[in-house]
């Protein structure tokens, strides 16, 4: 069974930093691209940053271009560096790993608010 789990959400002030975290089991997520989307309320789904397989390609959103950082690392990991965080960030994070088939996480919670 494929399971996609993100973490490291929480509530953090304005300027603050969160590393979220994506994970999988059940299928070998370095070798499928990772994504991260998000839905703030009211809103639709959006990307926010992806990775290729590789970690050779790179993709950010005007955003969060120079403040957010994707990476990953040689087993079952994906993370997204959030810094200078706003209000406007605040949203459902979720990660989406993918190659052909796509698997998407039930998200983590972000609130960016003082």
């Known amino acids: 069974q494929v399971q996609v789990v993100e973490s490291g959400g929480g509530l953090v002030q304005p300027g603050g930093s969160l590393r979220l975290s994506c994970t999988a089991s059940?299928?070998?997520?370095?070798?499928?691209?990772v994504a991260w989307f998000r839905q703030a309320p009211g809103k639709e789904r959006e990307a926010v940053s992806a990775?290729?397989?590789?970690?050779?390609?790179k993709y950010y959103a005007d955003s969060v271009k120079g403040r957010f950082t994707i990476s990953r690392d040689l087993g079952k990991n994906a993370y997204l560096r959030m810094n200078s965080l706003e209000p406007d960030d605040t949203a459902v994070y979720f990660c989406y790993a993918h190659r052909g088939v796509g698997y998407w996480g039930q998200g983590t919670q972000v609130t960016v608010s003082s």
């Open positions: 990775i290729s397989q590789s970690a050779g390609s």
């Open positions: 059940g299928l070998t997520l370095y070798a499928r691209g």
